[in-house]
């Protein structure tokens, strides 16, 4: 499916996929003449790089998430003196979202910050988010202030080399003194991949800690909540973390996907609730590779159980299969918005789900259907499916519960059987509290 939208529909002939845990790669491919490591442009994809190696800092005491800009660049004289890192690193510090400066790639860092420095305050920082490179510059000049060390010396030794990003760089647009650091990264799938399960891994890539956990929460922390919003690359993004757009947030707040997509087509997502990630590297515009990209992730998203879920009385260990049977998000205590989720059911039918303590490895032959769980059933729910076969039946946990075990499956009444009175299983669940 994907080799084809990208060849037939898109004309993308070169690009690499990688999908995988915190401990290994799932899936590496790559299509048409891609090599394997080959370098791609990250645009806003670069945020993420530059975020983190700033993060770094702030864990060596270097710095402060919350001290003003002008504590260390003391010629910022207007608003923006006043705004704070975490501010520049969120879009929100009054400055613009781009400046001529930035593209003069004779200067240097130091230079273009101070060009910068001379540009009135757009709006009272902290109250509005303008999405842009700017403030990423002058934070990347802080960093270069504190550590006394230059640019592409401190993201090498604080991020590059830690995660094993021996290739990655900021010469996307050209080797210079005055990188756009918010743009101008380049990297391949697999070594891009490398950042993403420091994130999901909590700071720790392999066996080194390269963020601190606390850090971490600051990435995947909504920051601009309340902001009157002034500027998006484009409509629909969600909430912003530290270089990251997070893209779907359970009810009590808990970060479930996130990504930050490049706008020629780079495109690294996180899926916290299933413990994934993954990266799409290609050079096309984002606008063709969107639909392909988000089609590849709803694939994922019905293939892998959330963690703390696992399948039984099924042929693969994800639930494959006709009914499927899965959970809104990852089984959380105080989960306002979990749930059974079910697709492929006989339409506009109903059916039930059962709920147990018990389980039954072999299964036991129940109207013409295999049913796995074991003993005395507690609970059983009545629910019907809608006009496209799907089903979603709320479990909120109301109570904190980690560490308890239920078994879930569910029977739905196949009218196309009705004479003969079978009905369609699911395979079943084995659930824990998170």
């Known amino acids: 499916l994907l080799q084809r939208d990208l060849v037939d529909r898109f004309q993308i002939t070169k690009a690499e996929l990688w999908l995988g845990t915190t401990a290994r790669p799932i899936l590496t491919h790559d299509f048409g003449g891609n090599r394997r490591g080959e370098l791609h442009p990250l645009f806003s994809s670069t945020k993420l790089i530059t975020a983190s190696a700033i993060l770094v800092l702030v864990d060596k005491g270097l710095l402060r998430l919350d001290d003003p800009v002008d504590k260390y660049l003391p010629y910022f004289k207007t608003k923006v003196g006043k705004a704070t890192i975490r501010q520049l690193l969120t879009h ?3 400055l613009p979202d781009s400046h001529w400066s930035l593209y003069v790639q004779t200067t240097t860092l130091d230079r273009c910050v101070r060009e910068i420095a001379k540009v009135k305050a757009l709006y009272a920082p902290g109250t509005a988010f303008l999405y842009g490179s700017v403030s990423y510059q002058v934070a990347a000049r802080i960093a270069e202030v504190v550590s006394k060390k230059s640019w592409a010396q401190l993201v090498r030794e604080n991020v590059l080399d830690p995660l094993g990003m021996k290739t990655t760089d900021y010469q996307a647009l050209g080797k210079t003194r005055n990188p756009i650091v918010a743009i101008a990264g380049r990297s391949s799938a697999q070594e891009y991949a490398h950042l993403l399960q420091m994130i999901l891994g909590k700071g720790v890539y392999g066996f080194r800690r390269v963020l601190s956990t606390r850090m971490v929460r600051e990435i995947l922390r909504v920051q601009n909540k309340g902001m009157k919003v002034l500027k998006l690359p484009f409509k ?14 359970s009810k009590n707040g808990r970060v ?10 780079f495109s690294p997502w996180l899926d916290l609730e299933r413990g994934l990630c993954g990266v799409f590297a290609v050079t096309k515009s984002l606008f063709d590779v969107f639909p392909v990209v988000e089609a590849f992730r709803a694939r994922i998203d019905r293939a892998f159980l959330p963690a703390g879920v696992q399948c039984f009385g099924a042929p693969t260990p994800w639930c494959r299969g006709i009914p499927a049977f899965t959970l809104s998000q990852r089984p959380f205590s105080l989960a306002p918005d ?6 492929g059911l006989p339409p506009l039918s109903p059916g039930w789900i059962f709920v147990g303590f018990k389980k039954n490895e072999k299964g036991l032959d129940l109207m013409g259907t295999r049913f796995f769980l074991a003993g005395p059933v507690p609970l059983f729910f009545s629910a019907f499916s809608d006009a496209k076969g799907k089903a979603l039946l709320p479990l909120p946990w109301k109570k904190p ?3 308890i075990q ?3 499956q569910a029977l739905w009444l196949n009218p196309a059987a009705c004479k003969t009175g079978r ?6 669940l084995r659930v824990r509290i998170l």
């Open 92 to 94: 929100s510090s009054g």
């Open 236 to 249: 629909g993004l969600g909430p912003y973390g530290i270089g990251l757009w997070l893209d779907r947030i």
């Open 256 to 265: 479930l996907q996130a990504n930050h997509y490049g706008a020629f087509g």
């Open 338 to 343: 979990f749930g059974a989720r079910l697709e």
């Open 401 to 403: 519960l980690p560490g």
């Open 406 to 408: 239920f078994y879930l």
């Open 423 to 428: 009905f369609s299983a699911t395979a079943a």
